[in-house]
């Protein structure tokens, strides 16, 4: 299988604190990988490393094959990053930050992408609203837009649909694996919601501490724990310490 | 550089204004103010000193090039202030967009507002109060020059600030080029200032470049010199400031401070 994303032997230390701490896993194409873990467990400061956000602090990550520090505006303009936590100008209308952000990545005919991306997330009678007057299930839509504006070959999603209810959590999930099947787009994916990993992830890593405790399928894990789900996966692992 | 990436930076600064009266009078305002209080004070003045017609020329001179310094620091530190309050840092850095080519953006944008602030200004004073600052003939060519590119120094630290300190010291952005102005020698010459100041003063590239208007205005001459003096103490400003908003951009990434700069 190819590989899309390799990290190895990545750390971050924050004034003394290790927030991740020498941690080493690949994502092949296509592959939607869960990044999971407590509270302070280091999955926000990884896929921020990824992004060349935050320096590590020691370890190597390599992105299409291409070492990210030397190659870092390369690797961007095919990657692409949301999240519950950031947010897109609020003085701004949707059309126009999703403009400003298809042009920033050099997209070609990027009206014309617009366009498709609002049918495809519904967002189409959004387009001339102000950003500050979506709902947050609405801006979690164009935000997720945005992410696939430049068509990534790796998109990171730090806790996406954490905002969202039920129903359009539902339909966010629905429309990321038709996206995967379709474009055999690779995703890295954090959440503190299980029934979602089941649902989504081929594979997940659970961190805790800055280390990866353990991985596999979803399956596999819930096998090798012996127990009946996830969330309880979970529950054991964040409390083993 | 990709020019598309700073086209697209900068039309994103400029979509803000046609819709926001509170930014568009963020433009004017002040610099209108000020426009007023010296212009009348110039008439004032000419009332009880009227064989010193100069007085009001320099005066009114200094205030409308003062405005470029101003305006220009701004131009920089709000568009980076801009995307803290926004949370917006994290998309434009994940972009493929260079630092360059977001300081090329600012540099536009603060072109920008002082053209449109210049030519309003301009035609004001010479409206109300028979100032032409064409006047000044090619001279204002390295004069704008020099005091536009100053600001955007100012506006390079009052960044690297911020990138250090967190927005709490935002305040610095909007007051960095005031706390500066008694150094400047806006009103006034250099020779009135104590000796310690003056020395400031004189490293100042601003300095000269009001030194050099008056010298224009009383004189209807100015010495060479004075426009390479500037010139030289704006590259070593911009030397240094440029490399301290690298090396704290960097420090930024080192600190993971790029998400946490909202907070
Ligand atoms: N910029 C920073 N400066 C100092 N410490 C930081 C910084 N960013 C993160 N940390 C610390 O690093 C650790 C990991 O944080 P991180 O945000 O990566 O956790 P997370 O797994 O994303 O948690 P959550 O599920 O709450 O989002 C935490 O202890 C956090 O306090
Ligand atoms: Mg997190």
């Not at chain 2, 400031?200 to 003096?229: C, K, N, W, Y």
């Amino acid at each position: 299988m190819e590989k899309i994303l390799s990290v190895k032997n990545l750390s971050k230390t924050f004034n003394g604190v290790r927030a991740v701490n020498n941690i080493s896993f690949s994502v092949a194409k296509g592959e939607i990988v869960g990044l999971l873990g407590p509270n302070g467990a280091g999955k926000t400061t990884t896929i921020q490393m990824i992004l060349g956000l935050i320096k590590p602090t020691r370890g190597t990550i390599t992105v299409f094959g291409k070492n990210l520090e030397t190659h870092r505006m390369e690797i961007l303009s095919e990657v692409n990053f949301s999240s519950a936590y950031i947010s897109l100008p609020g003085n701004l209308k949707v059309w126009e930050n999703l403009y400003t952000f298809a042009r920033l990545y050099g997209v070609k005919n990027y009206k014309k992408r617009v366009e498709e991306l609002a049918r495809f997330f519904e967002i189409t009678p959004l387009l001339s609203k102000l950003y500050v007057r979506l709902s947050s299930g609405q801006a979690t839509r164009v935000n997720l837009a945005k992410a696939l504006l430049n068509s990534p070959k790796l998109l990171f999603l730090d806790e996406p649909t954490s905002s969202l209810d039920p129903d359009i959590a539902d339909r966010v999930r629905k429309l990321l694996k038709k996206i995967q099947k379709e474009q055999a787009l690779t995703i890295l994916y954090t959440t503190h919601n299980m029934i979602e990993v089941e649902e989504l992830c081929d594979r997940a890593i659970f961190i805790h501490q800055g280390k990866i405790v353990t991985e596999g399928t979803p399956k596999q894990l819930i096998k090798r724990f012996g127990l009946k789900d996830l969330n309880e996966v979970f529950i054991k692992i964040a409390r083993k310490s | 550089m990709k020019w598309h990436r700073i086209y697209a930076l900068l039309l994103r600064y400029l979509y803000l204004y046609p819709r926001s009266v509170p930014r568009i009078l963020d433009i004017f305002f002040w610099p209108v103010t000020d426009l007023l209080v010296w212009g009348f004070l110039t008439i004032y003045l000419q009332n009880i000193q009227p064989d010193a017609p100069y007085f009001g020329r320099m005066l009114l001179g200094s205030l409308i090039l003062w405005n470029f310094t101003n305006r220009s620091q701004q131009g920089i530190s709000i568009a980076f202030l801009e995307e803290i309050w926004e949370k917006n840092l994290i998309n434009i850095f994940i972009t493929p967009i260079s630092l360059k080519e977001f300081l090329a953006a600012t540099i536009l944008v603060g072109l920008a507002r002082i053209a449109v602030l210049g030519t309003f200004l301009g035609t004001a004073a010479f409206l109300m109060f028979h100032f032409n600052l064409l006047s000044f003939g090619w001279y204002l060519v390295p004069f704008i020059l020099n005091l536009f590119v100053f600001g955007w120094v100012l506006g390079l630290f009052a960044t690297s600030i911020i990138m250090r300190f967190g927005q709490s010291a935002q305040v610095l952005a909007f007051t960095l080029t005031v706390i500066l102005m008694p150094f400047a020698a806006v009103f006034y010459p250099v020779s009135v200032l104590p000796p310690v100041v003056k020395h400031i003063s004189l490293a100042l590239p601003i300095s000269h470049i009001f030194e050099g208007m008056r010298s224009v205005v009383l004189q209807q001459s100015l010495s060479p010199d004075t426009i390479v003096i500037a010139s030289v103490l704006n590259i070593i400003w911009l030397i240094v400031a440029l490399s301290l908003f690298f090396f704290m951009f960097e420090y930024m990434r080192e600190k993971g401070q790029l998400s946490k700069l909202v907070d």
